[in-house]
């Protein structure tokens, strides 16, 4: 058992199989990042903001927790629906006593550009998996805006953040593409005097930028640029979230590579920024169609129908990367059954997230049977046939969702050790995909 499963108590496992071709269709839980925003940007504007479709996962339960222990009254009139009672840029309430953002990276990072522009003092921590997350990137160019962070050795968390520090915006060129960076400084931008301006090497996801608009603050962004000042006021406003591409990226992989799949996937999230895995999944010869293309709460959406379709080993265009950074766990499980050989390269970040993406997925796949080359910033995959066998997902809800789509092409059982974090992103994830016709089930 990992130390991060031991955070959760008992540690889980799966059992999966091949099942029935996945049929029908289901709609996958709301979007994290556009939950960990909305729940922010609500509890710091003035007024009362209603979030629909809100993610009722541990890592978006978690940021709510913490807004609401610095007093922010937040309600659950119904699932996946939070009424935040905003309490002004101003309106926090210090606490003497460590802030859990559990196993969210996104919220501890956008967390400490919020507080370091706050009067008071905070500490964040989180779980083994969080704790062993770097922080420097978001510590260093705050420090440069007047923040002070203290973490632990090798910029770890905890995050001691003081309060009452005056901010002052900066330029800043982010060393690596990351949206949890650009926001962490555009929320610490709030509190500061003058401009803060963000470019980023590659463009990252814009809902920090897109939210903090409807919410009626002044900023100026395009790809891979975001500008914004201090000293204005976010006015509440009602945030529809989309159903998460991430969530429902497992379902694209598992219908494509099931024989007589044809799953719809409803209402789900199509902003550019990350749906990089739709166009490789189509470079490697899937059928996925878009049906019905809308805007909901100002973004866009469509439902997915995807058919099982034979796939091809592609080279991974590094410019999809940041597009698709999330989900690398189930590409490589796509690339380990089609024909030919994969590469996947300048995907080193994968080495950062919940687990060591790269390892973890090599590891397991090759337990069951897959031949893949390890490289410093991605993998060489050759594509063949599975065989039952015994993985660890580390952890790493992505990694535990990604190994049972594996599972559907087994000639075996797959046991899937160290699953409880799947809860962070996608509860209900075994229902739903019993529903659609895999065989998924928790270990005895
Ligand atoms: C996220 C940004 C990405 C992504 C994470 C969510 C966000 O992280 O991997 O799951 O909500 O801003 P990085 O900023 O580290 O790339």
């Not at 002004?88 to 990072?109: F, K, V």
């Not at 060129?173 to 926001?183: E, G, H, I, R, W």
């Amino acid at each position: 058992m990992s130390a991060a499963s031991a955070d959760h108590g008992a540690a889980q496992a799966w059992i999966a199989s091949a099942g029935m071709p996945l049929r029908g269709s289901l709609r996958v839980p709301g979007d994290k990042s556009v939950s960990h925003r909305a729940v922010m940007l609500g509890a710091l504007a003035q007024g009362v903001t209603r979030v629909t479709g809100f993610l009722e996962g541990e890592d978006t339960r978690a940021t709510a927790r913490v807004f609401e222990r610095l007093g922010v009254r937040i309600e659950t009139p119904s699932a996946s629906e939070r009424i935040v009672h905003g309490v002004g840029l101003h309106g926090l309430r210090g606490i003497d006593a460590p802030l859990d953002c559990g196993n969210a990276g996104t919220g501890m990072r956008l967390l400490a550009g919020a507080l370091a522009g706050q009067a008071f003092d905070s500490v964040l921590i989180g779980d083994a998996s969080l704790s062993k997350r770097p922080m420097r990137r978001v510590t260093e160019p705050l420090a440069a805006m007047g923040a002070r962070i203290d973490t632990d050795e090798g910029g770890l968390p905890p995050l001691r953040i003081h309060g009452g520090r005056a901010l002052t915006g900066i330029e800043y060129t982010l060393p690596v593409a990351s949206a949890q960076v650009k926001s962490a400084l555009l929320l610490a931008g709030l509190y500061a005097r003058g401009e803060t301006v963000v470019h980023e090497p590659h463009p990252t996801r814009d809902y920090t930028e897109r939210m903090l608009a409807a919410f009626g603050w002044p900023i100026d962004f395009s790809p891979g640029y975001a500008r914004l000042s201090g000293g204005h006021t976010l006015r509440a406003t009602d945030v529809a979230v989309p159903a998460d591409f991430s969530s429902a990226a497992f379902f694209l992989v598992a219908a494509s590579v099931v024989p007589g799949s044809e799953l719809l996937l409803e209402a789900v999230g199509m902003n550019p920024r990350r749906t990089g895995l739709l166009a490789a999944l189509r470079l490697m010869g899937a059928n996925i169609v878009e049906e019905n293309p809308r805007a909901e709460g100002g973004e866009p959406v469509a439902d997915l129908r995807v058919r099982h379709a034979p796939l091809h080993g592609i080279e991974v265009p590094e410019a999809l990367v940041p597009d698709m950074i999330d989900e690398f766990p189930a590409l490589f499980v796509a690339a380990s059954l089609a024909q030919g050989r994969s590469v996947i390269r300048g995907a080193a970040e994968l080495r950062v997230k919940e687990s060591d993406r790269i390892a973890t997925m090599a590891t397991g796949l090759r337990a069951l049977g897959a031949r893949i080359e390890e490289t410093p910033d991605g993998a060489i995959i050759d594509g063949g046939a599975l065989h039952g066998g015994e993985v660890d997902s580390h952890g790493d809800h992505r990694i535990a969702m990604s190994f049972s789509i594996a599972a559907q092409r087994a000639s075996g059982e797959v046991r899937i050790g160290d699953v409880a974090n799947v809860a962070t992103s996608f509860p209900g994830f075994e229902a739903l995909a019993a529903q659609a016709g895999m065989r998924v089930r928790a270990a005895e």
